[in-house]
């Protein structure tokens, strides 16, 4: 299980729109997807606290940072409205993605960045600048992964048009966000008012 997990991230890297079909084409339930979205929520949200208490910050961090059950639910809204979204922004600018296949998709990605914290987690200990320089890495190669894999998800065959998907989906999902956390009566998410 492991050894095939390992070896699904390592062809993500390399081959990332091969990977993007493969995973789409394995048409998972939507009962089974929400069910992962969910554990993968929660595992991103543990590892964020251990790094916290690894290399706690210096200044204090807003409650919805401090709290893992509060985390946990922020990034699971993220990744559900990141999810609808991608499919019917994604569809406006002439995508055929399914909302099972995204949801596939993006829940990979949270598995993987979840594998990177761990790894920059051990990584501290061993050499914590190379940890940061991973945590960056993985950032920035993160965002062109997701590129690909909406690219493949609508079959559009254009990283320029799937850039825009992802610029359009982004501000969707910030107004989203922030009409859920005013729904929810965080005015300020736990920031000191700037004076």
């Known amino acids: 299980m492991l050894n095939t997990f390992l070896t699904l991230f390592a062809r993500t890297l390399s081959e990332p729109r091969t990977v993007a079909a493969e995973l789409i084409n394995m048409r998972f339930e939507r009962s089974s997807l929400?069910?992962?979205?969910?554990?993968?929520?929660?595992?991103?949200?543990?590892?964020?606290?251990?790094?916290?208490l690894l290399t706690p910050s210096e200044i204090a961090l807003p409650i919805i940072f401090s709290s893992p059950v509060v985390f946990a639910l922020l990034i699971a809204a993220g990744l559900a409205m990141s999810v609808?979204?991608?499919?019917?922004?994604?569809?406006?600018?002439?995508?055929?993605?399914?909302?099972?296949?995204?949801?596939?998709?993006?829940i990979w990605l949270q598995f993987m960045r979840f594998t990177v914290?761990?790894?920059?987690?051990?990584?501290?200990?061993?050499?914590p600048s190379l940890a940061g320089l991973l945590v960056l890495g993985a950032s920035i190669y993160g965002m062109w992964l997701l590129i690909q894999f909406i690219d493949v998800a609508h079959a559009i065959e254009s990283t320029f048009t799937s850039f825009g998907i992802?610029?359009?989906s982004g501000l969707?999902?910030?107004?989203?966000?922030?009409?859920?956390?005013t729904l929810l009566g965080v005015q300020n998410m736990g920031l000191t008012p700037y004076v």
């Open 34 to 52: 929400w069910l992962a979205l969910g554990l993968a929520a929660v595992l991103n949200a543990i590892a964020f606290q251990f790094s916290q």
């Open 84 to 106: 609808y979204s991608f499919t019917f922004v994604g569809r406006f600018f002439g995508g055929t993605a399914t909302l099972e296949g995204l949801m596939t998709l993006l």
């Open 172 to 181: 969707a999902i910030m107004i989203g966000l922030a009409i859920l956390l």
């Open 166 to 168: 992802l610029v359009a």
């Open 117 to 127: 914290q761990v790894l920059a987690m051990v990584l501290v200990f061993i050499v």
